[in-house]
């Protein structure tokens, strides 16, 4: 595996996989690295040659007061583990590398970026739709990766692929949890002691909305109220939101219709935590993954 410091050789490489008629995937990534991401590895490996990954913490996507300092950062063992899943190519650049002196241009996706996510963390959406649109010109993969846990996310990323008519397709893998329902996350090293059983709560308060669906109930008035009374009787978890939206529009609904999104944030001590499940009611019985 060869690491790559500079846009300008990671553009060369990609130009060159382009004239080969290669397959070039992408895993793009900010370290600290877990099973979540590997999967997205092993996805790609199965559809690329060559595949990359990026490791790079974006510092427009964090706000005031937000944990970029302590982001953990485990460079070498992030680099080891790639190479061992058969990543050719790993794109490190540094902040400035990536944001020159003079740097002055933003992507915002309208209407998208401003709730949930957005209205908890002021231009956070700005800082991810600028660095992914960066990372898909520098390194030009037919293919990119991303995980379904961080739904809102994805579903601006799609948006801006649309929008921009990029080349890339964007490819949804599965949430990968622990045992006991915890999403992975690079900030679960965060938690210690009682705050990782109480973390669980995310998952505890879809998975019981998940049952009440399944049991027939399709108001969503009554499924939020589940979902928040599980928070409530969690005394280590600050529920941030819990909603229930249209998957395109994210949009608020009131009746289980189509593809929707259940989203949960909490903080867990002062550990910021997201989760959700899709639900796909388009036909009897409705589904819902979690």
Request: glycine residues 6%.
């Amino acid at each position: 595996m060869e690491i790559i410091r500079t846009i300008e050789w990671m553009k060369q490489i990609a130009r060159d996989a382009r004239a080969k008629e290669h397959v070039l995937g992408l895993v793009p990534t900010m370290g600290a690295l877990h099973e979540g991401h590997f999967s997205l590895v092993r996805a790609a490996r199965q559809d690329c040659s060559p595949v990359v990954a990026s490791i790079f913490v974006n510092p427009k996507q964090f706000g005031p007061g937000e944990d970029l300092q302590k982001y953990p950062r485990t460079f070498e063992q992030d680099a080891a583990a790639l190479e061992n899943l058969g990543v050719n190519y790993l794109f490190a650049p540094d902040a400035s590398e990536m944001y020159p002196g003079g740097f002055r241009t933003s992507v915002s996706v309208e209407g998208l970026s401003d709730r949930l996510e957005g209205r908890s963390r002021l231009g956070h959406f700005r800082g991810v739709t600028t660095v992914v649109l960066k990372l898909f010109e520098i390194v030009q993969p037919q293919r990119a990766y991303f995980g379904r846990k961080d739904a809102q996310q994805l579903r601006i990323i799609r948006q801006m692929a649309a929008d921009l008519n990029l080349d890339a397709q964007i490819v949804t893998c599965p949430i990968v949890r622990e045992s006991d329902g915890l999403a992975m996350s690079s900030r679960n090293a965060y938690l210690e002691g009682d705050a990782r059983h109480a973390a669980t709560v995310l998952y505890r308060a879809l998975n019981s909305a998940k049952k009440e669906i399944e049991a027939g109930q399709t108001e969503v008035l009554r499924l939020l109220e589940s979902l928040r009374q599980v928070f409530k009787n969690e005394p280590s978890a600050a529920l941030d939101y819990a909603e229930i939206v249209d998957a395109e529009t994210l949009e608020p609904v009131l009746r289980l219709r189509k593809t929707c999104l259940a989203l949960v944030a909490a903080f867990i001590g002062k550990t910021r935590l997201i989760d959700n499940a899709q639900i796909e009611a388009n036909d009897e019985p409705i589904s819902v993954l979690l």
